[in-house]
């Protein structure tokens, strides 16, 4: 039991890690102006995303080598700095139809980027035999909890900062996809 309850601990502490991706992402794209419903589905689409990654990184441990993993996190970054130069440029651009927002096909590359270090992380815990439904429970409930907690805190500010919310955003995810990319430069 004691056995289990230090698994449980372990597995709580890595998705609280892996959550603080979604948290400070979340923060970034909360300066959007986000209704409360969309902040709801994006929080559980980021939850979705971080049990979903991971049971596939789990299921492909033992077939995958660690190089994938580096190959997860510039692929992550990439998609962040992406995001963030697409925030400050539609704020230059005003009036002009945003390319990627987190509605859509935006969303699903927002839950992409901030997943993607958990399905690296599931590949190692593949590999050690850690249990699957405590993995995905935790790492998806984590993610939902962090990322509403981003989004709404994101939203607050986005009312302090106005118009240039949406540029602060960018640069935060812009920072945090160089701080990803930073161990490949």
Known sequence: ?????????????????LGMDAFSVG???????????????????IGLFHVWMPLLGLLAGKFLSEKFGAFATFIGGFLLILLGIQMVWSTLKKGEEKVISPVGFGLLIFALSVSLDSFSVGLTLGIY?????????????????????????????????????????GAILLAFGIKLLAPFL
């Open 1 to 17: 039991m004691s056995e289990m309850i230090s698994e449980l601990i372990t597995l709580m502490l890595m998705a609280f890690a």
């Open 27 to 45: 923060l970034g794209m909360g300066m959007y102006k986000l209704r409360l419903k969309k902040i709801f589905n994006i929080g559980i689409t």
């Open 129 to 169: 035999g850690a249990k699957t439904i405590m993995v995905i429970i935790c790492f998806g409930i984590m993610a939902t909890v962090q990322t509403w907690l981003g989004l709404l805190l994101g939203r607050k500010m986005q009312g302090w900062v106005g118009a240039y919310s949406e540029a602060i955003g």
